[in-house]
């Protein structure tokens, strides 16, 4: 139900505005403009302040006053609220109420490349153009069911497209909608989303959105030099709305980094629209500085009960259900500043609900109500007018009977701009409760319950229970009881002044005769309340009581995020150090400070955690030269070149294959882009250092590399597309000749002094010409290798690196005077065309023509077996002992650039070492310890433990979604899932969602 106080030829009411210039046809006008003042309310003016027995007086939509000792003008209207809670209304930043709804792009039936728009930016994804005040229409449905919930005023935006241009802050008032929109242009937005209005197929990933972004931040700042001559309205909107909020919205933790971390490098600051996951890496979310706006669309409990299934269900999940509701308090607790959306909830009525479980974790009340009000206020400019309740500022509130998170809060009222809206009537005496109700010295138990505004009665003697029917209106009570048994009835009335404790009234028996009875309450439903809260408290899971968040938060996740390297002093060992010092028998390796600090026999060991080596074999940590593991996207594959888009964006260190990369001796991956195209990504080389950041993975000073590819997939024989060039092997070799030509001249026009326009694509490509950045291509038929080698002598650098490098044997020699690397599988063949005269001895081949060999994995399981996957070449070639070894040490390391820093077991280098139980070419062997930079990262008698412990945790979870299911509450079902690896022609999902 809603009432206004706008109303005609009445004595009170109120408008807007003193002067209305819209022509109304309906009616005769009789405006008045009065005061309206709600008082002896406890009135909540911020998050820190609250004034009892206060009053708050408001004219015109407006705030005129606030206080205990409040002067009423003359024919003030008096609302009077005692013991009645005020709040501001609630501020939504994130919502796309009332945007008319968006046409999608007709289907192709091949990919479309080009944009669709014309004066516009050359990528249909990008639209700050748009604007939310062009697609508004007020939907009244949706309007109500945001006041119901507390809502005042609403930030909407076109939910479309990844720049997705200006919101409008509109406020929920039905009847003045010539001043509704509060501002046109309030924020500009951001998602890593495409547009449903295009079919354009750049970018198709995430690592092709940040890249997207950054250069259109280049060609924004290119417009503004001039250096762009085509008019571009898109960049023309853009710039316009530079001093606007900018608000990003994410999905997850990492993308809240990679988009921070964009906005740093523009001196933008994005206020982030969270997945609700920000407390796996607490720290790193504060380090952004950004105000996170948090989805309260909280993870229901697993249904647990078949035993079988829930092996499936990961710890991950798990623990998500039950420290998601602690996310905000997470966030706050580190000076975070935070607000709530809506988003994603069924309805805006789940909002509070499911904020009370934050609540009830340990969120600070004040900060829950300035998350809701104040603090969405000020990130959208707004606060001059919304989000307290001061003078000047909007007459928006609720009046509720209760304190808000509470189990008793409930909005009894909103005022938006003046405008009543009532839920519940403030001034109505609750009669429900439990009675000793007892007529002619007979007792009875009365209980009177209330549901949606009506009453129900339940009267007992004893065992036998009366029909009753009851009504209260117009504080009269009327109870008819009756019996099927004697069919006697009883009419009992009375009137009800205020809150009873005692009430008492007439009885009209069947024959007209008349007595009394009295009804003593015993128990009120604040009271029977009280009870339910009490024994919620005791059953409530307390913050204490939570799972502690593991770096990565996942199963085998350790406690702190970052680890402490230690001095260490393996004694007696087998080294083998894949140096010209070859395998040294009976010695000793000294790990100080994170370097392989001594290496000899009879070390001294002083204050180092001594570790008894004899029996076993130390290495240097394999190094994977292609891998595609701890990643969250591989493929770009929107352009015949991505050569802008960068692997670093994209690292994803909760990856488990990082761990069980480390179980199976692995401490240095290069993690290339897939070969969607024949220009691909730049490289991210990584050290496994589980726990830690994204950041912390990526090698210092990392040499620079990109992934270039060859054969089917870039001409995209088993892709179905036929529309992108190239089609053909020819057309793959002019591609690389087109760029690099637009490369070099690029190049003498950056060198030539004269302005121009920063191309990321162009920068990678132009360093490649200049030697300062590498290439390892994926290949196959010698042919292509010839090619690419030719192309590359033509414009005066060497390829780096050939991978797969399956036609190797027939170019051996070729390669050696190029002087290109191969990093090749052990064994594989035959599993496509272009493959069909792979052979096993091709390792042995190439290394016998003296070019630097490398086993690579390209595959997120065989990482853990590289050593096995080194000793084939013994059988396949009979590559030495010493050689197989190099081929996944020392060898990647030479072909990436980092020889002199990890690879062999020689002092002074990063002491990246493993320890195994028996010789690594062993199939017999497992690595007992592996370290990076003097870090145990995996420890095979400590994994033993964490096992028991996941175990653990796993059954104190299982435990409290039993319970949960118990109770009644909603539970969702374990979706059968196995882990994806991500390879070479992998590509992201449809819905555009990275983690």
Partial sequence: MKQYIFMFCVLFGITSFAQDYFPDSKAVKSETSNYVAITSAMIHVNAQKTLKNATLLIKDGKIVEVGRSVKLPENTVVVDAPGKHIYPSFVETYSDFGIKKIQSAKRRSQPQYD?????????????????????????????????????????????????????????????????????????????????????????????GFTALLRQFYHDTEAYKNGLIEDKDLAIEASIAQENLPQIFSTENYLNALRADKIGDQFGVQYAIIGGGDEYKRVDEIAKTQATFVLPVNYPKAYDVEDPYLREYLSLSDMKDWQLAPANAQMLSQKGIEIAFTTRDLKSPDMLLKNLQKSVDLGLDKSVALAALTSVPAKLINADQHVGTLEKGKLANFIISDNELFTDNFEIAENWVQGERHRYKDIHKIDIAGQYKLTINNEAFDLKIKEKSGKYSAEVKQKDFKYAAKLSFENQWLRLILSSKEDKNYKVLSAKIDEVPSLIKGKVTLENGNTTTFTAQRLRNVQEEKSDKKDKKEKEQLKFEDLLTVNYPNTAYGFKEPKQEAKKIL??????????????????????????????????????????????????????DEHSHIALSSVNEGGHNSSAEVKMEDVVNPDDISIYRSLAGGVTTAQLLHGSANPIGGRSAIIKLKWGESADELIYDNSPKFIKFALGENVKQSNWGGRSRFPQSRMGVEQVFRDY??????????????????????????????????????????????????????????????????????????????????????ADWWAYKYEVNDAIPHNAAIMHNQGVTVAINSDDGEMIR???????????????????????????????????????????????????????????????????????????????????????KERQVLINQMMAAKNKGMETQPIKKEEKEFLHCDSLDHINHKHN
């Fill in 115 to 207: 944009a669709n728009r014309s004066g516009y930016y050359w990528n249909d994804h990008v639209r700050p153009d748009q604007e939310a005040k062009s697609h508004f229409e007020y939907d009244q449905k949706k309007a109500e069911k945001l006041r119901k919930a507390g809502f005042g005023v609403v930030n909407t935006h076109i939910a479309d497209g990844f720049v997705r241009g200006t919101s409008a802050l509109i406020a929920l008032t039905d009847e003045t909608a010539h001043s509704r929109m509060l501002n046109p242009q309030s924020a500009q937005y951001f998602a890593f989303d495409r547009s449903k209005q295009t079919q354009q197929a750049y970018p198709s990933s995430i690592m």
């Fill in 570 to 623: 393996f004694q007696n060992a087998t080294v083998i150090t894949g140096s010209e010092n070859g395998t040294l028998e009976n010695t000793d390796v000294l790990i100080k400070d994170g370097k392989i600090s001594k290496i000899g026999q009879n070390l001294r060991s002083g204050n180092s955690k001594v570790i008894d080596a004899t029996g076993k074999f130390l290495t240097a940590g394999i190094i």
């Fill in 740 to 825: 690099f030509t637009r490369a070099q001249a690029y190049g003498e026009r950056k060198a030539s002094g004269k302005a121009y326009r920063k191309d990321e694509e162009m920068e990678t490509l132009l360093e490649i010409l200049n030697k300062e950045r590498f290439i390892s291509c994926h290949s196959y038929v010698q042919s292509e290798i010839n090619m690419l080698m030719k192309v590359a002598e033509d414009f005066d650098f060497e390829v780096n690196t050939f991978t797969h490098i399956l036609e190797g044997y027939k170019v051996a020699d070729k390669m050696k005077e190029h002087g290109a690397g191969g990093s090749t599988f």
């Fill in 865 to 951: 077996r590289l050593n096995q996957e080194a000793a084939k070449t013994m059988k396949y070639g009979g590559v030495s002992e010493e050689d197989a070894c190099k081929f996944v040490t020392a060898n990647p390391a030479k072909l990436l650039h980092l020889e002199d820093r990890v690879g062999t077991v020689e002092e002074g280098k990063d002491a990246d070492v493993v320890l195994w139980n028996a010789h690594p070419l062993s199939v017999y062997a497992k690595p007992l310890q592996t370290l990076i930079e003097g870090v145990v990262y995996f420890d095979l008698e400590k994994d033993k433990k964490m096992r028991q412990e996941i175990k």
